[in-house]
C-alpha cells in the first residue's frame, strides 16, 4: 500500500492530529493433519486388486489436475443491449444473484492512518485526499437485496453531448473551434496510454510501447481504477461510449477493466481501493452512472447502482459526510465527488434514498460560514476567512445540484468570490481541481460572469496544452500542493479536458435549458 502524506489547511483552526491505524492480520494455522488407524479400515478389508485399482484411479486424477492448464481470469464482456436508445421503464435486478467477488470486511479495530492536511497557502486548493490510501470497509449490513426502478427519461441531460447537440451548446455557451481541437487532442492521448487490460494507470509510462517517454507520471500507481474512471469520464463527456463514438472499443475495454474490479460489500459494489479510497468509488461510481445514462445499456445497471448503494452505505450516519474510509467523518473534497456521483445516478433514474442528501446538506452546514458561501476542510472556516478556493468552489456547486436558489445569500456572496478571483491561470502552478468546480459554478451562474470567466479559462487552456512530442494533447502544472504531482500528467490531462467540455456536458441549472427536478429534499 502507498503511504501518502497529505497536508492539512493553515485555515483550520483545530489542532493538528493522527488518526493512527495499523493494518492487523490474524495469523491462521493450517489445520493438522490427524491420522488414525481406523482411517485406513477401509483399505485392509479390501482384496489386493481393488486396492490396486483405487490408487491407480487416484494416481491419474492427481496427474490430470497438476497437468490441466490454469484456468484464466474471468473476464466481463460488455456487448451492446438491444435497442439501447429506447426507454426503459421497468428493471428488476439482484446484486446478489451476480458473480461478484466478496471480500469479508476487515476489523472494526483496524484502522488507516490518516494524516493531518496542511496547506503551503490558504488559499491553494488541496486534493491529495483524492488519492489518499485506504482499505477498511464497512461491515455488510441487511438491506433489500432486490430493486425495481422506473428510469427517468435522461435524454434531456445526456443528449446535450450528441454531436448535433454539442455543437449548438458549444457555440451557444463559449466553446469554439480550437477548445474542441484541443478536446480532440486529449481524448487521442489519454486513448494512446491505455494498458492491454483495458485499464489506465497514474503513471503513464507503464506499458508497451515507445510512445510512453512523457514526464511527470503520477506517483499512485496503484490506484487503477481511479485512473481508469479519470480516463473514460473525458470520452464520455465528449459523447464518446462503447456503442458511438470514434472511441468505442477503447471506452468498452475501459467499462470492462471496471466491471471486473468489482467487489461486493454488503448490498453494494465497492471500488474502494488502495492509493484512492473512497476518492476511487466516487469516480468510477460517475462512470457507471453516465454511461448508463447515455446509452440504457441494462448491462451497466447493476454497476450503476451498485456504487450509488455503496456510496449511501459509506455515509458518516452522523455527520453526513465522506473521507477516505467508509463511515469516517467528511471532508469537502470527498464529498463533492461523492455528490457529482449521486447526481449522475440521479440523471440516470436510479434508486437513491432523499436522507442521503439531508445527511450531505448537514455536512455542508457544518464546514461553511456566511450563509454557505465559505468553506473549510472537515470543519467552518473561522468567522471573517473565506474559506480556500477549491472548497468554496466545491460546496457551491453541490449546494447547487442540492437545488440552491440562485438568489440564496450565500450562493450569491459565494459566486462573487470565485468572480473576484478568477481562474488559476499560472503556467507552472495552475490549480486544475478548483479550476475543474468553479468553471461548472460559473457555467452554471450564466451571463456576464460566465462570458468573462470562460474567456480566460478557455483560451488558457488552448494555450498551454502540449502541441508537440510524445505529450501532445496533454497538459501538466506542477501545482504547489503537489496534488497533480501525485495525479501526474494523466490526471492533469482528464481534469483539462472535462473543463473544456463544460459548454456540453451538463445542462444549465439556471435557465429555460436547465434540467428538472434533480436534488429535492422533502
Known sequence: ??????????????????????????????????????????????????????????????????FLPP????????????????????????????????????????????EEVILEQPVAVEIEELFDNGD???????????LTITASDSTAETG?????????LLRKYGGNAASEEAVALAL???????????????DHRIGPGGHRSSP?????????????????LPFLGNGQTHLQGDYKKEVQA??????????RRGRGLSYHEPGGSMYSHGLVAIVFCEAFAMTKDTRLLPYAQGTVYFIEDAQDSVGGGWRYNPGQAGDTSAVGWQLMALKSGRISGLDINKHTYKLAERFLDSVSINSGAYYGYDVAPRSGSKGGSARNACGLLCRMYMGWDKNSPGLMDGVDYLDELGPSTSPTKANMYYNYYA???????????????????????????????????????????????????????????????VYYRYLPLYGEEAADEDFVLD
Open 1 to 66: 500500500m502507498i503511504q501518502n502524506s497529505p497536508s492539512r489547511p493553515k485555515d483550520d483552526p483545530k489542532p493538528s492530529r493522527q488518526e493512527v491505524a495499523q493494518n492487523q492480520t490474524d495469523d491462521q494455522e493450517d489445520d493438522e493433519l490427524i491420522e488414525s488407524s481406523h482411517k485406513f479400515l477401509f483399505f485392509n478389508v479390501m482384496p489386493s486388486w481393488m486396492v490396486s485399482f483405487v490408487s491407480h484411479i487416484a494416481l491419474i486424477v492427481l496427474l490430470a489436475i497438476w
Open 71 to 114: 484456468q484464466k481470469e474471468k473476464t466481463v464482456s460488455l456487448v451492446a443491449a438491444e435497442n439501447a436508445s429506447e426507454q426503459i421503464d421497468q428493471i428488476d435486478i439482484n446484486l446478489t444473484e451476480m458473480d461478484f467477488e466478496e471480500v469479508d470486511p476487515l476489523d472494526n479495530e483496524v484502522q488507516e492512518q490518516v
Open 136 to 146: 477498511v470497509f464497512f461491515e455488510e449490513s441487511n438491506f433489500d437485496e432486490g
Open 160 to 168: 446535450a453531448r450528441s454531436d448535433g447537440n454539442r455543437e449548438k
Open 188 to 202: 487521442k492521448w489519454i486513448a494512446n496510454h491505455q494498458l492491454p487490460d483495458g485499464g489506465w494507470n497514474l
Open 216 to 232: 511527470n507520471p503520477g506517483s499512485l500507481k496503484e490506484a487503477r481504477s481511479a485512473a481508469t474512471a479519470l480516463a473514460i
Open 254 to 263: 475501459g467499462l470492462e477493466f471496471l466491471m471486473s474490479r468489482a467487489k
Open 439 to 501: 468553471t461548472q459554478v460559473m457555467k452554471h451562474w450564466g451571463g456576464d460572469r460566465w462570458k468573462k470567466w470562460n474567456s480566460k479559462m478557455r483560451d488558457f487552456l488552448i494555450k498551454s496544452q502540449s502541441k508537440k512530442g510524445p505529450t501532445e494533447g496533454s497538459w501538466f502544472y506542477n501545482e504547489t500542493s503537489h496534488t497533480q504531482e501525485r495525479g501526474g500528467r494523466l490526471y492533469v490531462t482528464a481534469m483539462c479536458c472535462m473543463t473544456l467540455e
